[in-house]
Each structure stands twice: as C-alpha cells, then as structure tokens.
C-alpha cells in the first residue's frame, strides 16, 4: 500500500481546513473544531486514543450540531426520550466529512463511532466524542453531569472524523459559560444550580467559587444510569427470566409495563435503547436560552429581512 501522504502533500492545510468546516456547515453542522492531537494522544486512556485505532491519524475533526426544538422542550419528560435527540444527524454529518475529504483532497479518513468499546464494558466508549469537542473549543463541560455547553448554540450534539490530512488546530474555550448569570444567582440563594435542584436522580453536585466559576462538580453516573437508563441492564434482565424455575413467569417479567417499552423501542427502530431524561438540559438557560440555541432563534433574521422585503414591496 502506497503512503497517502504523498497524495496530498501540496494541499494547503488552511484552505483545506476551511473547506471542511464549510463543508460540515453546508450540513448541518453549527460548530467545528480541530483540537490539538498531541492533548488529546496525552490525556485519553490508553486504548482509547486515536492512534489506536487510526495508527496515521493526522488530525481529529469535531463538529456540533443543534439539540432540540424549541417545540421539543415543552414535551414531557416520557416523549423526550423519542423526540428530543438530534444525534443521528451529527453521525451522518461526520460521515459526510470523512467521505468528503477523501474525495476532494485525497486523505483517508474515518467517521468515529460513539459506540462503546466491546472490550471495555457498557459504559466505556472506543473514543471521548466530549474531549474531541472541549479541545476542539465548541464545547465547555457544565455543572450537568459534564454535558458540553456552547455560549451561543447551547446543547449541541457532537461526532468526530478521523484523518490523515494534517490541519491546523483550534484552542479550547477561555471561558466556561457554565454556570450562567442566573444559575449563580440561585448557587448564592440555595447552595444549587437549577441542574443540581431540578434532578430528578439528584445525581448532580457542584460548587461555585467567589468569581462565579465551577470550583468542583461531581456527576453520579449510577444514580442517573438507575433512572434514565435502565435498559442497559437487558442482559441481566434476560438471565433472571432464564434462570427462573417457573417459565411463566419468567416470561412475564419480560413483557412487563416497563420492559415492553424496550421492545418496542428496538422494533421500532427508534434508534435508542436507552430512555434519556433530559431534566437538567430543560432547567439550563444556556441549552434553551442561548443565543442561537434553537431553529427560531438561528433564523429569526431570515425570517425579518423576508418581512420588511414583502413589506417594501407591498
């Protein structure tokens, strides 16, 4: 096999890198980001660093795209968990790049999973999609359990690309935005941001220094997992139905209110077997009041200048 690299040795890594984040834009994309490989090579585990699994990765590109509607907020929590998720179009943009770089500049590149490492167990996933973004400077770790917050889009969902072309890197944020003003504000009154207050797990901690910074954060991922997430435990739920000495009920168990659901999630192909919560993201100012942190905020100015022209016509 020939090295790539002599295949794209004149691009310019610049232009190309802009080329990209306007191509990631063109799809969807709200946010996109280089970050640095050598951080990322020096601060993920071994095993889970991306040369491990792209040995001649040049270059991690992460991209963020927007959470939920507007709309979608207002839902329950139980419709959430169908409605609320916008991650699919993250993978598909990060697909999109990856086979793009390879078409315009010649570099091979892979979409990275977010998928779980199946020699890690199911809470280890195969690469941090999260420490891809926080370097990448699109995304800031908040008081919420570490979900990555963005001072204009909010809650985005993140994915990231692998590839041999070598790009210039960003910077991670200078500033948090989590906790916002009014977050603070409650911190000062109650000891608890709205995430901390409004958890229904109450799995969520943290504290807030004299400058109105995260001082230290804590995330209970047991307790969380315990409400939101309670069908990753399939396994466990198809050996006690084994197990049990009258078939009956074993099978019983199996269609039970709250396990149909995951049955149903599957056929259905919902694209989830996990029920998500989404209680501490509803209660955030940053993930439903940024500046742009919904569709009707983003193209509000569309929406205006279309006015005023019928307007100056009329």
Same mark, same amino acid.
């Given at each position: 096999?020939?090295?790539?690299?002599?295949?794209?040795?004149?691009?310019?890594?610049?232009?190309?890198?802009?080329?990209?984040?306007?191509?990631?834009?063109?799809?969807?994309?709200?946010?996109?980001?280089?970050?640095?490989?050598?951080?990322?090579?020096?601060?993920?585990?071994?095993?889970?660093?991306?040369?491990?699994?792209?040995?001649?990765?040049?270059?991690?590109?992460?991209?963020?795209?927007?959470?939920?509607?507007?709309?979608?907020?207002?839902?329950?929590?139980?419709?959430?968990?169908?409605?609320?998720?916008?991650?699919?179009?993250?993978?598909?943009?990060?697909?999109?790049?990856?086979?793009?770089?390879?078409?315009?500049?010649?570099?091979?590149?892979?979409?990275?999973?977010?998928?779980?490492?199946?020699?890690?167990?199911?809470?280890?996933?195969?690469?941090?999609?999260?420490?891809?973004?926080?370097?990448?400077?699109?995304?800031?770790?908040?008081?919420?359990?570490?979900?990555?917050?963005?001072?204009?889009?909010?809650?985005?969902?993140?994915? #990231?690309?692998?590839? !041999?072309?070598? &790009?210039?890197? $960003?910077?991670? %944020?200078?500033?948090?935005?989590?906790? @916002?003003? *009014?977050?603070?504000?409650?911190?000062?009154?109650?000891?608890?941001?709205?995430?901390?207050?409004?958890?229904?797990?109450?799995?969520?901690?943290?504290?807030?220094?004299?400058?109105?910074?995260?001082?230290?954060?804590?995330?209970?991922?047991?307790?969380?997992?315990?409400?939101?997430?309670?069908?990753?435990?399939?396994?466990?739920?198809?050996?006690?139905?084994?197990?049990?000495?009258?078939? #009956?009920?074993?099978? !019983?168990?199996? &269609?039970?209110? $709250?396990?149909? %659901?995951?049955?149903?999630?599957?056929? @259905?192909? *919902?694209?989830?077997?996990?029920?998500?919560?989404?209680?501490?993201?509803?209660?955030?100012?940053?993930?439903?009041?940024?500046?742009?942190?919904?569709?009707?905020?983003?193209?509000?100015?569309?929406?205006?200048?279309?006015?005023?022209?019928?307007?100056?016509?009329?």
């Amino acid at each position: 096999m020939k090295n790539s690299s002599e295949n794209f040795a004149g691009v310019d890594p610049v232009i190309a890198k802009q080329t990209i984040v306007d191509f990631c834009k063109k799809r969807g994309a709200l946010a996109v980001g280089v970050p640095d490989l050598d951080t990322i090579e020096r601060i993920a585990p071994p095993g889970h660093r991306p040369t491990d699994l792209m040995p001649r990765v040049k270059s991690v590109i992460s991209l963020g795209v927007g959470g939920q509607t507007r709309g979608a907020w207002q839902l329950p929590a139980k419709a959430m968990a169908y409605s609320g998720s916008t991650e699919v179009r993250a993978y598909s943009a990060a697909y999109a790049c990856a086979f793009f770089i390879e078409q315009k500049f010649g570099a091979p590149s892979a979409y990275v999973p977010p998928d779980l490492d199946p020699e890690g167990g199911p809470r280890v996933p195969l690469q941090s999609l999260k420490l891809h973004a926080e370097l990448a400077g699109i995304g800031a770790r908040s008081f919420a359990g570490d979900i990555l917050l963005h001072p204009e889009f909010g809650f985005m969902y993140y994915a #990231s690309v692998f590839t !041999e072309l070598e &790009l210039p890197a $960003d910077q991670p %944020m200078a500033d948090n935005p989590c906790p @916002a003003p *009014s977050c603070v504000s409650m911190y000062r009154s109650i000891g608890r941001t709205p995430c901390m207050k409004f958890c229904p797990a109450q799995c969520l901690e943290g504290e807030v220094d004299e400058q109105g910074r995260q001082k230290k954060s804590r995330y209970d991922m047991a307790l969380c997992a315990e409400l939101t997430q309670e069908y990753e435990t399939v396994p466990k739920m198809l050996a006690e139905a084994v197990r049990d000495e009258v078939r #009956s009920r074993g099978a !019983e168990g199996l &269609l039970d209110p $709250d396990r149909k %659901m995951l049955w149903y999630k599957v056929s @259905a192909g *919902s694209g989830a077997w996990f029920a998500q919560c989404f209680e501490c993201m509803r209660v955030c100012p940053l993930a439903t009041q940024a500046p742009q942190a919904d569709v009707i905020s983003r193209t509000e100015p569309v929406r205006a200048a279309a006015i005023a022209s019928q307007t100056k016509k009329d």
